[in-house]
C-alpha cells in the first residue's frame, strides 16, 4: 500500500524510507500501482525479472525498472539521498540552496544542483487549474546592474510577467513567466494558458494586454497610478518572489526553474505534509531529464 505522510519531521521520513527499499517500493507504487502497463507495448501481464522490484513483460519481453522513464532514470546516486533532496525542496518554505543540500547530506554541490533541477522541472504547471475570479497581470524586473573589475557595467536584471489570483485580501495561487521582451505573442500565449476565461483580469493599459478581449477573455485595464494596480497584495508578492530569489539562489540564471519552483511552493501551501507525495507523484510521472540539458 502507497505510504501517505502524516508528519513533516525528518524523523518521520527517515522512518518510512531509511532503506533504498523502502524507496524502490514507493517508486514502485506510484508507478505501477495495481495497474501495470508495460511501456513498450501496453501489455496488462508482467512477470518477475532478475533485478528486484523490475518487470518483465510476458508478451515482449520488455523489461522496466520502477525508476526508468521517470525524473529518477538512471540516477547515479542514493535512491535514500535524492528522496532527501525530494524532502528539504518540498517542506522548506524558504527553498534550499545545492551548497546547503551538499553540506547537510554529504554530497557534492554539482550533485545537488542538478538533481535539484530535475525536481524543478516536475515542479512546472500542468496547466489544468487555471486561475480564477479576479487575476491581476503584474510586470516586473529581477536582478541588478553590477560594475565589473574593468569599470564596465553589466546588467543582470531580466522581466518577468506574473499572474495572480486574488480572493478576500490576499493571493490564492500564482503563476509566472520568463520574458525576453514583454511581446503580443508571448503574453497572451502565457495568459491563454494560465488564467481561464472566466476570470475578470486587471493589467496595466499598454499594448501587450489590449487585445486580450478579442480572446474572450474579461480585461479591465488601467493607467499605472491606478490604486488598484498598486495593491499591497501584488507588490507583497513580486516583493516576496524577488527576496526569495536573490537571497536563496544569488542571481537570475536559469530563472524559468526557480519561479516554477516558487509558484509550486505558493500554490500548495496548504497541503502541508502531503505535498511530498504531490512532488514524488510528479517525478515518477514527468518524463526523463538527462543531465545534458541543464548545461549550458
Not at 573589475?149 to 522581466?159: A, F, G, I, N, S
Not at 501587450?208 to 493607467?223: A, H, R, Y
Request: net charge positive.
Amino acid at each position: 500500500m502507497e505510504k501517505k505522510f502524516k508528519s513533516l519531521s525528518i524523523a518521520h521520513f527517515l522512518s518510512k524510507f531509511g532503506t533504498e527499499n523502502d524507496c524502490f517500493e514507493h517508486l514502485v507504487q506510484l508507478k505501477w500501482g495495481n495497474k501495470y502497463a508495460c511501456g513498450h507495448c501496453g501489455n496488462k501481464k508482467y512477470c518477475k525479472a532478475v533485478r528486484l522490484y523490475d518487470r518483465q513483460c510476458s508478451r515482449c519481453s520488455y523489461i522496466e525498472s520502477p525508476t526508468s522513464g521517470t525524473i529518477f532514470h538512471k540516477i547515479k546516486f542514493s535512491l535514500v539521498k535524492a528522496f532527501q533532496i525530494v524532502y528539504f525542496l518540498a517542506t522548506n518554505k524558504k527553498g534550499i540552496s545545492s551548497c546547503q543540500l551538499a553540506r547537510t547530506l554529504q554530497l557534492r554541490q554539482k550533485t545537488c544542483w542538478l538533481f535539484k533541477q530535475k525536481i524543478m522541472r516536475a515542479m512546472e504547471s500542468t496547466n489544468r487549474h487555471p486561475l480564477e475570479g479576479n487575476v491581476e497581470i503584474v510586470e516586473f524586473e529581477i536582478g541588478h546592474i553590477s560594475k565589473k573589475e574593468d569599470r564596465e557595467l553589466k546588467d543582470t536584471t531580466q522581466k518577468v510577467l506574473i499572474a495572480i489570483e486574488k480572493k478576500s485580501l490576499g493571493a490564492s495561487r500564482i503563476y509566472a513567466t520568463e520574458l525576453q521582451d514583454l511581446g503580443v505573442d508571448i503574453c497572451r500565449k502565457f495568459i491563454l494558458k494560465k488564467v481561464s476565461l472566466d476570470a475578470t483580469i486587471h493589467a496595466i493599459d499598454k499594448s501587450p494586454f489590449n487585445n486580450l478581449k478579442s480572446e474572450g477573455l474579461m480585461v479591465e485595464l488601467f493607467d499605472s497610478s491606478n490604486t488598484k494596480m498598486n495593491s499591497s497584495t501584488s507588490k507583497r508578492v513580486v516583493n516576496c518572489l524577488k527576496n526569495w530569489i536573490t537571497t536563496i539562489h544569488c542571481n537570475v540564471k536559469y530563472l524559468q526553474q526557480y519561479l516554477d519552483e516558487y509558484c509550486y511552493r505558493h500554490n500548495r501551501h496548504l497541503m502541508k505534509e502531503e505535498i511530498i507525495d504531490d512532488l514524488l507523484g510528479r517525478m515518477v510521472r514527468h518524463k526523463p531529464a538527462p543531465y545534458k540539458t541543464f548545461i549550458v
